[in-house]
Structures are given as C-alpha cells and as structure tokens.
DNA sequence: ACCTGAACACCGTTCAAGT
DNA sequence: ACCTGAACACCGTTCAAGT
C-alpha cells in the first residue's frame, strides 16, 4: 500500500470510528466516506464490508482484551478475573452501539471478516470461565458459549438508551448466576 | 371505516404478520403494501409508522398475556406464575425477530404507538414480580424495569440465530438469577 | 496502482391526483 | 372517503472511466 494509500486507510478509519461511537454500528457507510472526503470506492476496496471495518476499529480493543484475559488469569482470583474481563468486553462492545449483533453472528460465520477476531475474545473468556469452574467460583453448566450469549445480553441491554440507567445493576445481577456462592 | 377500507386494513395485517414473523420486524413496508395488493399510501393511513404496524399485530397476544397474568396470580405459586409469564412473553417478543428493541425504547417514548401497551405489559409483569418478592421467592433488589430488561435480554439471545440453540438454558440461568433458593 | 462517482436496485415517507 | 403511485431523499454495492 502506498503512502498515499495509507493515509486514506488511516484517514477513513479515523472517522469511521467517529460516526460508528456517535451513531451507532449502522451508520452509513456513504457518510463516512463523504466526512472523510474519499469516494464511495475507496471505502469499499479498503474495507470490502461493514464487518471488515469494524473488525479494524475493534481489533485493537481485541487485542488489549486478550492480553488482559491473559494478565487476570496470572494474577487475579478466577472470579474476580472473569468479571473484570466481563465488564470490560461489554464496554467494548458497547461502545459501538449495535456491533454486538455483528460479533455474535460472526463466531458461526467463517466467511465473516470479525470471525477470527470474536472465535478468538470466545476462547479467552472461555479459559477464565473454566478456571473460575475448577475452582468452584462459577457454575458448572455454562460453556463458552453460553458465556458469549450472556456478554451479548449485557451489551444488548447497554445499547438500549431506555435500560442504560440499569445495565449496571443487570451486570450485577447476572454477574450473580455465573458466580456461585462460596 | 367502510367495509371495503375494512377489508384492506385486516389484509395488510394478515400480510404484515406473515412477513414480519417470517423476515423479522424490520421487513421492508413497501414489501407488505406489495404483497398485500394495495398502495403504499394505503399501508401508511391505516398504519402511520411501523410501531403502528407492529402494535396491531401484538394486541391480541398482549392481551391474552395480560389475562393469563392474572390467571396466573391468583392460581400458581409465585415463582412459577413469575417463570411463566416470562416465557410467554420472550415467546411472542422473539415471534417478531427484532421487535423487542422497539418495545424497550416505546417504554420511553410517550409518543410511539406501542408505548400504552407495552407499559400495561411492564406493569403486568411487575405485579407478578412484587408478589414473587413479598414470599420472598424472588431476590428484593430487582424492579419492574430491570424485569424488563431481563426480558429484553432474553429476547434479544432468542432472535439470534447462532444463539438459538443455548437460548432455553439462557433463560435458565436468568430465571435463576430472579428467584431465590429456598 | 489507486481513486472517483455515476448507475442500479433498493428503502421510508409524503402527497397530488384520481375514483 | 378512500386509494394509488410518482416523487423525494436517502441507502448499500458495483464498476467503468479516469489519473
């Protein structure tokens, strides 16, 4: 890619990431490009879907997430490390308003740009999941999946502007069916 | 309205019901008036916004569910008539794939064509909680609201289709979380 | 190589014109 | 009264034409 390309790539991206945190996952990709003053084209080939732009905008968040999950395991008590983590992919997920649905739909699609990046925040949360089950911190009859649906669940209420002033206390209150009493 | 405008109303409605069950509740307008037979122009008059559209179709379910509440009440124990209720309600949110964003947000929104009934809805689920919560069946630290959240949320794991499958132990977990062990 | 924007096939919504 | 469908202002997506 050449220099000239790049600051395209960067440029488009910079915005996208504006209007994607402002208006939501579904904004129009039209007005992107027009904010960013590059053609509808140049959109397109850098970014061939909606969901190969917002797999560049979130891989970074991705990427520090997984490094997080990594760091919690290490250090932190298996509960205490799957709720950190909890709140912290949903606050990522939140803050593209809607993305949840791409990234949920994305771990069965294979042809998804997000898969490779959502199969791999999956698998992380799945290890503090089982660590947490091992020692008896988390119920038992959860998987990975399921873990997945339920950081869908708190994204989804999140977004939602009429039950933000709840979605604390519903992370809570959920926070408490994964965790068994000890 | 005449026998004729009569006749149009309950087609476009039979029509609506099928698309939106079978397409989800953001199914094209133009599609329905298509199908339907009639003008766009018609589908507006008898339902001047898609909330309008929606409403119609959810009466009579809301309806019965506000019945089968009181039923309900009076017949079963608290946290089965609480469990019960919530699956009926998930059950017809998830009918519309889509529409229980709508319902959450017409909570709100004093002016959408929903809000009265999906307040009524609100309400109905409410009752059933606080009694659910005077014997003590159900944790104290919940409301109506964040019900309706857990409602939301459920509708939401259901309408996914890579969620689908997990989405009965969802509830499972969630119901889990509302009722107390006693 | 890279970029642009017209073109196509769709929307939701409104409203003049018809019966 | 009631209905129709053209018209408007938008989409997402593709691709010929330009540099």
Redesign the interface.
């Known amino acids: 890619m050449s220099a000239d390309a790049k600051k395209n790539y960067d440029h488009v991206l910079e915005v996208a990431r504006d209007l994607l945190a402002t208006q939501g996952a579904d904004a129009s990709l039209r007005d992107i490009a027009r904010t960013a003053g590059v053609g509808l084209g140049t959109l397109y080939r850098h970014f061939p879907s909606r969901e190969a732009l917002l797999e560049a905008l979130l891989r970074t968040s991705f990427d520090q997430l997984a490094i997080k999950a990594g760091q919690l395991d290490k250090t932190q008590p298996s509960d205490v490390a799957l709720l950190s983590w909890l709140r912290e992919i949903v606050a990522v997920a939140h803050k593209y308003s809607g993305a949840i649905?791409s990234m949920?739909?994305a771990?069965?699609?294979e042809g998804s740009a997000l898969h490779a990046s959502c199969v791999k925040m999956k698998a992380a949360g799945t290890r503090l999941l089982l660590r947490a089950q091992k020692q008896g911190a988390a119920?038992p009859?959860?998987d990975g999946?399921?873990l997945?649906?339920?950081v869908?669940?708190?994204a989804?209420?999140a977004d939602?502007?009429?039950?933000g002033p709840?979605?604390d206390?519903?992370f809570n209150?959920?926070a408490?069916?994964?965790l068994t009493d000890q």
Do not use: C, M, N, Y
Request: charged residues 20%; aromatic residues 6%.
């Open positions: 649905k949920v739909a771990i069965e699609d119920r009859d959860i999946t399921d997945f649906a339920l869908g669940a708190l989804w209420v939602q502007p009429a039950l709840r979605s206390h519903i209150v959920i408490g069916a994964i």
